[in-house]
């Protein structure tokens, strides 16, 4: 049986609970990055640009936020998932989610390094088209992208 949980619209109250979800993930799986925000910043980061700019999905189970997408026009901004919730489907529902908001195409960052990512996004037809390293994280990256059928 498969986990459940629900896609919603994120509202202005989701910010603590999405800067949670993205907070543990980096830190999870992105270890290797340098702490360069407080997660006062990054809550208020969430609250004050994330939320009101861009389209932001919630997964929510059993009342809790445990993954987020964020798509401004053809870009997927951010997707994260809680570590605990990590292989259950929820990224791939969330990612569903950012092709229905962007239907033709969409590119993504993601690091380099982030190994598990980057299959994550290959198995679901994105390609690698470009690589640099234009991040605050000064961490090299790689411009991914998907063009529907």
């Known amino acids: ?12 109250q989701d910010a603590a609970a999405v800067c949670a979800v993205f907070v543990s993930a980096r830190e999870q799986s992105l270890p290797y990055l340098p702490l360069l925000h407080t997660r006062q910043e990054t809550q208020t980061w969430i609250r004050d640009w994330l939320l009101p700019t861009t389209a932001v999905w919630v997964a ?15 870009k997927l901004e951010q997707l994260y998932v809680h570590p605990e919730f990590q292989g259950k489907g929820v990224g791939a529902k969330l990612l569903q989610k950012a092709r229905e908001v962007s239907p033709k195409r969409l590119q993504l960052y993601t690091f380099v390094r982030n190994r598990e990512a980057r299959r994550f996004y290959e198995r679901r037809g994105f390609r690698a088209i470009a690589f640099g ?5 000064n961490e090299p990256d790689v411009l991914y992208e998907w063009i529907s059928d």
């Open 1 to 12: 049986m498969g986990l459940d949980f629900v896609l919603r619209p994120a509202l202005p």
């Open 60 to 74: 929510e189970c059993a009342g809790s936020v445990v993954g987020f997408c964020s798509v401004s026009e053809e």
């Open 133 to 137: 390293q234009d991040n605050e994280e």
